[in-house]
Protein backbone atom coordinates (compact mmCIF):
# COMPACT_ATOMS: atom_id res chain seq x y z
CA UNK A 1 0.00 0.00 0.00
CA UNK A 2 1.74 3.59 -0.68
CA UNK A 3 1.65 6.99 0.80
CA UNK A 4 -0.76 8.03 -1.26
CA UNK A 5 -3.47 5.42 -0.71
CA UNK A 6 -2.39 5.76 3.19
CA UNK A 7 -3.22 9.48 3.32
CA UNK A 8 -6.52 9.43 0.68
CA UNK A 9 -7.62 6.74 3.14
CA UNK A 10 -7.25 8.96 6.32
CA UNK A 11 -8.71 11.69 4.02
CA UNK A 12 -11.91 9.70 3.23
CA UNK A 13 -11.79 8.59 7.04
CA UNK A 14 -11.92 12.24 8.35
CA UNK A 15 -13.98 13.69 5.91
CA UNK A 16 -16.74 11.00 7.15
CA UNK A 17 -16.15 11.99 10.68
CA UNK A 18 -16.90 15.56 9.94
CA UNK A 19 -19.92 14.95 8.41
CA UNK A 20 -20.81 12.55 11.16
CA UNK A 21 -20.02 14.88 13.92
CA UNK A 22 -21.98 18.09 11.71
CA UNK A 23 -24.98 15.60 11.72
CA UNK A 24 -24.72 15.15 15.77
CA UNK A 25 -24.43 18.66 15.98
CA UNK A 26 -27.44 19.82 13.77
CA UNK A 27 -29.95 16.91 15.45
CA UNK A 28 -28.62 18.85 19.40
CA UNK A 29 -29.31 22.12 18.01
CA UNK A 30 -33.22 20.92 16.47
CA UNK A 31 -33.74 18.91 19.44
CA UNK A 32 -33.06 21.10 22.23
CA UNK A 33 -32.73 24.36 21.09
CA UNK A 34 -34.13 25.68 17.60
CA UNK A 35 -35.73 24.09 15.05
CA UNK A 36 -37.32 25.47 11.12
CA UNK A 37 -40.84 24.89 10.69
CA UNK A 38 -42.65 26.19 7.11
CA UNK A 39 -45.86 27.13 7.03
CA UNK A 40 -48.29 24.82 4.63
CA UNK A 41 -51.71 26.33 5.61
CA UNK A 42 -53.55 29.78 5.56
CA UNK A 43 -54.95 29.10 9.17
CA UNK A 44 -52.95 31.20 10.94
CA UNK A 45 -53.06 34.68 9.02
CA UNK A 46 -52.96 37.26 9.14
CA UNK A 47 -49.82 36.56 11.66
CA UNK A 48 -48.61 33.45 9.77
CA UNK A 49 -48.66 33.42 6.17
CA UNK A 50 -48.36 30.51 3.59
CA UNK A 51 -44.40 30.20 3.03
CA UNK A 52 -43.17 31.53 5.97
CA UNK A 53 -40.81 29.57 7.28
CA UNK A 54 -40.03 30.27 10.97
CA UNK A 55 -38.14 29.36 13.67
CA UNK A 56 -39.43 27.79 17.13
CA UNK A 57 -37.72 27.75 20.32
CA UNK A 58 -37.81 23.86 22.06
CA UNK A 59 -36.68 24.91 25.05
CA UNK A 60 -39.23 27.62 26.15
CA UNK A 61 -41.81 24.98 27.79
CA UNK A 62 -39.26 22.33 28.32
CA UNK A 63 -38.89 18.49 26.57
CA UNK A 64 -40.92 15.39 25.78
CA UNK A 65 -40.59 12.54 23.81
CA UNK A 66 -41.70 15.13 20.73
CA UNK A 67 -38.71 17.39 20.74
CA UNK A 68 -36.35 14.66 19.72
CA UNK A 69 -36.38 13.59 15.82
CA UNK A 70 -39.03 10.85 14.79
CA UNK A 71 -40.54 11.15 18.73
CA UNK A 72 -38.12 8.70 20.13
CA UNK A 73 -39.31 7.83 23.73
CA UNK A 74 -36.51 8.72 25.43
CA UNK A 75 -38.11 11.20 27.36
CA UNK A 76 -41.53 10.05 30.01
CA UNK A 77 -43.89 12.90 30.54
CA UNK A 78 -42.42 16.13 30.25
CA UNK A 79 -39.16 17.40 31.65
CA UNK A 80 -38.25 21.35 32.79
CA UNK A 81 -41.66 22.14 32.17
CA UNK A 82 -42.48 25.73 31.94
CA UNK A 83 -46.41 26.42 30.94
CA UNK A 84 -47.27 28.22 27.74
CA UNK A 85 -48.74 31.37 28.37
CA UNK A 86 -52.52 32.61 27.03
CA UNK A 87 -51.95 34.20 23.21
CA UNK A 88 -48.28 32.11 23.08
CA UNK A 89 -48.36 31.38 19.45
CA UNK A 90 -46.86 27.34 18.97
CA UNK A 91 -46.18 24.44 17.62
CA UNK A 92 -47.82 20.74 18.63
CA UNK A 93 -48.43 17.67 17.16
CA UNK A 94 -51.88 16.68 16.59
CA UNK A 95 -52.96 14.81 19.56
CA UNK A 96 -55.33 12.36 17.24
CA UNK A 97 -51.64 11.01 15.67
CA UNK A 98 -49.04 12.17 17.72
CA UNK A 99 -47.11 12.82 14.35
CA UNK A 100 -48.93 15.99 12.37
CA UNK A 101 -46.91 19.22 13.04
CA UNK A 102 -49.67 21.99 13.91
CA UNK A 103 -49.05 25.51 14.74
CA UNK A 104 -52.44 27.61 16.63
CA UNK A 105 -52.66 29.80 19.21
CA UNK A 106 -53.26 29.16 22.89
CA UNK A 107 -56.53 30.56 24.06
CA UNK A 108 -57.62 28.46 26.37
CA UNK A 109 -55.41 27.49 29.62
CA UNK A 110 -56.25 24.58 32.46
CA UNK A 111 -59.16 25.00 34.53
CA UNK A 112 -60.53 27.59 31.47
CA UNK A 113 -64.01 27.53 29.95
CA UNK A 114 -64.29 27.98 25.65
CA UNK A 115 -66.96 28.55 24.11
CA UNK A 116 -68.08 30.63 20.26
CA UNK A 117 -71.33 32.03 19.91
CA UNK A 118 -72.26 34.00 17.26
CA UNK A 119 -68.80 34.05 16.28
CA UNK A 120 -67.77 35.79 19.39
CA UNK A 121 -65.35 34.36 21.47
CA UNK A 122 -66.30 33.55 25.30
CA UNK A 123 -63.47 32.70 28.24
CA UNK A 124 -64.98 31.49 31.35
CA UNK A 125 -68.32 32.76 30.18
CA UNK A 126 -67.31 36.48 29.57
CA UNK A 127 -66.76 38.11 25.85
CA UNK A 128 -63.61 38.06 24.12
CA UNK A 129 -63.41 41.88 23.04
CA UNK A 130 -62.53 43.21 19.98
CA UNK A 131 -62.03 45.74 17.56
CA UNK A 132 -62.68 45.60 14.14
CA UNK A 133 -59.42 47.23 12.08
CA UNK A 134 -61.49 47.22 8.13
CA UNK A 135 -60.27 44.90 5.71
CA UNK A 136 -57.74 42.26 4.98
CA UNK A 137 -56.82 41.19 1.70
CA UNK A 138 -55.18 38.60 0.76
CA UNK A 139 -53.50 38.19 -2.47
CA UNK A 140 -52.62 34.81 -3.86
CA UNK A 141 -50.36 33.65 -6.07
CA UNK A 142 -52.40 33.49 -9.23
CA UNK A 143 -53.39 37.16 -9.26
CA UNK A 144 -56.81 36.44 -7.45
CA UNK A 145 -57.68 37.95 -3.76
CA UNK A 146 -59.71 37.11 -0.95
CA UNK A 147 -60.99 39.39 1.49
CA UNK A 148 -61.66 39.05 4.97
CA UNK A 149 -62.62 41.48 7.95
CA UNK A 150 -59.36 41.91 10.70
CA UNK A 151 -60.28 42.33 14.44
CA UNK A 152 -57.48 42.81 17.23
CA UNK A 153 -58.32 40.70 19.72
CA UNK A 154 -57.63 41.10 23.48
CA UNK A 155 -57.73 38.13 25.21
CA UNK A 156 -57.78 38.12 29.40
CA UNK A 157 -55.08 39.39 30.81
CA UNK A 158 -54.64 41.94 27.96
CA UNK A 159 -52.50 40.18 25.34
CA UNK A 160 -53.71 41.91 21.64
CA UNK A 161 -53.23 39.99 18.58
CA UNK A 162 -55.08 40.36 15.21
CA UNK A 163 -57.93 38.22 13.69
CA UNK A 164 -60.06 37.92 9.96
CA UNK A 165 -63.30 36.53 9.85
CA UNK A 166 -65.58 35.83 7.09
CA UNK A 167 -68.37 36.22 8.77
CA UNK A 168 -69.43 35.22 12.52
CA UNK A 169 -72.10 32.63 10.28
CA UNK A 170 -69.40 30.13 9.38
CA UNK A 171 -68.69 26.59 10.38
CA UNK A 172 -67.04 27.01 13.79
CA UNK A 173 -68.89 30.04 15.13
CA UNK A 174 -71.14 28.13 17.24
CA UNK A 175 -69.80 25.55 19.75
CA UNK A 176 -70.29 23.69 22.67
CA UNK A 177 -68.57 25.23 25.96
CA UNK A 178 -65.25 23.61 26.44
CA UNK A 179 -64.02 23.10 29.67
CA UNK A 180 -59.90 22.74 29.55
CA UNK A 181 -58.64 20.05 32.02
CA UNK A 182 -55.36 20.03 33.91
CA UNK A 183 -52.26 19.43 31.57
CA UNK A 184 -54.22 20.24 28.72
CA UNK A 185 -54.28 23.39 26.50
CA UNK A 186 -56.86 24.86 24.19
CA UNK A 187 -55.79 25.87 20.74
CA UNK A 188 -57.14 28.43 17.96
CA UNK A 189 -56.10 29.63 14.71
CA UNK A 190 -56.17 33.48 14.03
CA UNK A 191 -57.70 32.40 10.89
CA UNK A 192 -60.63 31.78 12.92
CA UNK A 193 -63.01 30.62 9.60
CA UNK A 194 -60.80 28.65 8.07
CA UNK A 195 -58.63 26.70 11.26
CA UNK A 196 -59.44 23.45 12.22
CA UNK A 197 -58.51 23.72 15.76
CA UNK A 198 -59.50 22.82 19.57
CA UNK A 199 -63.30 23.17 18.07
CA UNK A 200 -62.86 20.08 15.52
CA UNK A 201 -62.67 16.53 16.92
CA UNK A 202 -60.17 16.13 15.01
CA UNK A 203 -57.81 18.07 16.95
CA UNK A 204 -59.12 18.13 20.41
CA UNK A 205 -57.72 20.27 23.32
CA UNK A 206 -53.69 19.80 23.14
CA UNK A 207 -52.01 17.66 26.15
CA UNK A 208 -48.38 19.28 27.43
CA UNK A 209 -46.60 16.27 26.11
CA UNK A 210 -47.34 17.66 22.49
CA UNK A 211 -45.98 20.98 22.98
CA UNK A 212 -43.07 20.86 20.88
CA UNK A 213 -42.22 24.47 20.96
CA UNK A 214 -42.79 28.61 20.74
CA UNK A 215 -43.10 30.61 17.59
CA UNK A 216 -40.09 33.04 17.36
CA UNK A 217 -38.84 34.62 14.46
CA UNK A 218 -39.62 34.46 10.46
CA UNK A 219 -36.49 33.63 9.08
CA UNK A 220 -37.44 33.41 5.06
CA UNK A 221 -41.11 34.32 3.40
CA UNK A 222 -41.96 33.18 -0.16
CA UNK A 223 -45.29 34.07 -2.09
CA UNK A 224 -45.17 30.99 -4.24
CA UNK A 225 -45.13 32.88 -7.66
CA UNK A 226 -42.12 30.86 -8.45
CA UNK A 227 -41.00 27.42 -8.74
CA UNK A 228 -37.53 26.20 -7.72
CA UNK A 229 -36.09 26.27 -11.20
CA UNK A 230 -37.02 29.49 -12.00
CA UNK A 231 -33.84 31.59 -10.66
CA UNK A 232 -34.98 34.77 -12.11
CA UNK A 233 -37.85 35.11 -10.53
CA UNK A 234 -36.61 34.50 -6.88
CA UNK A 235 -36.15 38.21 -5.77
CA UNK A 236 -39.36 39.16 -6.55
CA UNK A 237 -41.02 36.29 -5.16
CA UNK A 238 -39.38 36.51 -1.62
CA UNK A 239 -42.17 38.74 0.81
CA UNK A 240 -38.86 40.80 1.74
CA UNK A 241 -40.32 42.92 4.92
CA UNK A 242 -41.50 39.43 6.47
CA UNK A 243 -37.84 38.39 7.08
CA UNK A 244 -36.81 38.43 10.60
CA UNK A 245 -39.65 39.30 11.48
CA UNK A 246 -41.09 38.34 15.46
CA UNK A 247 -44.28 36.38 16.03
CA UNK A 248 -46.55 37.52 18.20
Do not use: C
Not at 9 to 31: D, H, W
Not at 129 to 142: A, H, I, T, W
Not at 145 to 156: C, H, K, M, S, V
Amino acid sequence: MTDKTIQAGKGIKENVKTVIYAVLIALFIRSFFFEPFSIPSGSMIPTLLVGDYLFVSKYTYGYSRYSLPMGIPLIQGRVWYDSPKRGDVLVFKLPTDNETDYIKRVIGLPGDTVQVKGGRLYINGNIVPREEKGEFVLRLSDGSAQRFTEYEETLPGGYKHPIIEISDEERYDNTEEFRVPADYFFMMGDNRDNSVDSRSVSVGMVPKENLVGKARKIFYSNDGSSSWWEIWKWPASVRWGRLFGSIS
